[in-house]
């Protein structure tokens, strides 16, 4: 992750911004792939609002454990690794 700002021509990568930034109460502008939740204030909570969020919006099952945070199998540290794995799953669920 670079550090630059998100491509603004990424509508996925827009929805998936606007929920991370809802939840760290900034504008999405603000916002950069390298980014890490922590970075934003987001703790597991808000994680877990954030994973029911991205579930909701792009009808996919996000493999995450509260109690485990690490085994999903998804890199969720920061803003551009959130973006990827939602891409992943939508592009998984996809015929």
Do not use: H, K, W, Y
Not at 28 to 43: H, V
């Amino acid at each position: 992750m670079d550090g630059t700002r998100v491509n603004a021509d990424d509508d996925l990568d827009q929805q998936v911004i606007a929920i991370l930034a809802a939840q760290a109460l900034r504008a999405p502008a603000d916002l950069s792939r390298a980014m890490t939740l922590q970075d934003l204030g987001i703790d597991s909570l808000g994680l877990a609002e954030v994973i029911f969020a991205i579930e909701e919006g792009f009808d996919v099952s996000v493999p995450f454990n509260a109690n485990a945070p690490g085994e999903g199998g998804l890199d969720l540290r920061t803003v551009g690794a959130v973006c990827d794995a939602v891409e992943a799953l939508v592009r998984a669920r996809q015929p």
